[in-house]
């Protein structure tokens, strides 16, 4: 079976960074696109960036200049760097990947469990 596993939430203080990693892991031949989501209560979930296999990026434009995505193919492991953080950022931030399973298949939409980050002013 595929598992995403992501690490790095915390607490930290407004201007403060952080550095998200996701790892993906199990039965899949390559990864196709990789980025991040977040999810606060009352609200939609919000694609804050993401990465195409080639290494092309897009971010929301609340983030751009603050956080930067990337990705090392030989570790199946995408990350996200977040800095200058705001209390606006804090949310769950959740992992998702595009996988090809098979040879014979369209990539398939896989997330992770997501990871809590907390601002605070």
């Known amino acids: 079976q595929v598992q995403l596993v992501e690490s790095g939430g915390g607490l930290v203080q407004a201007g403060g960074s952080l550095r998200l990693s996701c790892a993906a892991s199990g039965n899949f031949v390559s990864i196709n696109a990789t980025g991040w989501y977040r999810q606060t209560p009352g609200k939609q979930r919000e694609l804050v960036a993401q990465?195409?296999?080639?290494?092309?990026?897009n971010y929301a434009e609340s983030v751009k200049g603050r956080f930067t995505i990337s990705r090392d193919n030989a570790k199946n492991t995408v990350y996200l760097q977040m800095n200058s953080l705001k209390p606006e950022d804090t949310a769950v931030y959740i992992c998702?990947?595009?996988?090809?399973?098979?040879?014979?298949?369209?990539?398939?939409?896989?997330w992770g469990q997501g990871t809590q980050v907390t601002v605070s002013s």
């Open positions: 990465i195409t296999k080639d290494s092309t990026t």
């Open positions: 998702t990947a595009d996988l090809y399973v098979s040879l014979f298949t369209l990539p398939r939409r896989y």
